[in-house]
């Protein structure tokens, strides 16, 4: 009895396996095609300062339009998209397209106080700033879009320090030669050592969300997020917290001297044509950044 009912339970797990498998590789059929058929797309979510409750630029969040299963988030695809070595393709095409978002907010919403020093946010994968031509591929992207590299920042994650070769260093190198930012993302949550964050050309932690969720629960996660922004301001960093939800987190932030916020206090991360139409178009009349949220 017991042999058959692990006999059986053997069957449904292979059984789950093989249905988990020709899922995966359906996905990765599909995503192959999403680029050629045009089904990526960004959304874009504010960064505001919270000093000056001004609105500073934006981050580029990629989205899959999938024909039948509708709008797929990162988290579904983006770790198929890395073992494929999908994401190089991919990413040159969010780094070209979000190049080419802001600087045409730039000249579309030229009246904007400041914007002409807005920035782009942009997520890189580990393989793609590993790339020898990263950085030819880089200055292609900004001379075709005509964006300021001044305006561009890009957000790498511990990790990809941690696995960083040779063509890395070099090509950080090279970014910060450009005066192109760097920020590292969901800071506090990687493995890797201190010793890098002097060493590498880096302008700003971005506090992970585990954090900021936490902040007025308990008193640990405020420890940490107080640490990360006394850290980054003896490096001379910025700090940027993710994640933020809610009136009182701002407060803490704002009285632990944290420069910039994300969330969906101020709004989740938006199509073009809302950010158009209900926030820059807004902004533009008021230049109240909190007025053109809430
Ligand atoms: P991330 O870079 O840390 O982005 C922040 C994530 O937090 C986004 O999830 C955003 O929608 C979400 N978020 C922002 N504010 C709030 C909030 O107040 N509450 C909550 N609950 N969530 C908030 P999203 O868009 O699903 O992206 C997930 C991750 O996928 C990103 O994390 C990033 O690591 C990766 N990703 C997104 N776009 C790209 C891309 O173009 N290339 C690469 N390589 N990775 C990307
Ligand atoms: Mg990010
Ligand atoms: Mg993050
Ligand atoms: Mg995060």
Avoid at 175 to 180: G, N, T, Y
Avoid at 224 to 237: D, E, G, P, Q
Avoid at 261 to 281: T, W
């Amino acid at each position: 009895r017991a042999k058959d009912k692990g006999k059986a339970c053997y069957e449904v797990f292979d059984q789950a396996m093989y249905l988990e498998t020709l899922k995966n590789i359906e996905l990765e059929h599909n995503l192959r095609l999403a680029l050629p058929q045009n089904e990526l797309t960004l959304h874009y979510q504010p960064i505001i300062s919270l000093k000056h409750g001004t609105l500073t630029g934006f981050e580029a969040l990629i989205r899959w339009q999938h024909p039948q299963q509708g709008l797929i988030f990162p988290g579904d695809f983006i770790s198929i998209a890395e073992d494929t070595g999908l994401i190089v393709p991919i990413g040159y095409w969010v780094l070209k397209e979000a190049c080419q978002q802001l600087h045409s907010w730039q000249q579309k919403f030229a009246q904007i106080p400041g914007i002409d020093s807005f920035k782009i946010s942009v997520n890189l994968a580990s393989q793609q700033i590993q790339e020898a031509n990263f950085i030819e591929k880089l200055d292609l992207i900004l001379a075709e879009t005509g964006l300021d590299a001044g305006c561009l920042r890009l957000e790498i994650t511990e990790r990809v320090l941690v696995d960083s070769g040779q063509n890395t260093q070099q090509n950080l190198a090279e970014i910060k030669r450009r005066q192109i930012k760097l920020s590292i993302d969901d800071f506090g949550t990687g493995y890797s050592s201190l010793s890098y964050l002097h060493c590498l050309p880096i302008n700003n932690l971005k506090i992970d969300r585990s954090f900021i969720n936490n902040l007025n629960i308990d008193t640990e996660s405020f420890e940490i997020v107080k640490t990360i922004v006394t850290l980054a301001h003896s490096l001379n960093m910025d700090a940027i917290a993710e994640g933020v939800e809610t009136i009182e987190q701002v407060n803490h932030l704002k009285a632990l001297g944290c420069e910039y916020a994300q969330g969906y206090l101020y709004a989740k991360p938006l199509e073009v044509k809302d950010i158009e139409l209900n926030f820059l178009n807004n902004y533009a009349k008021t230049s109240d950044f909190l007025g053109a949220c809430f």
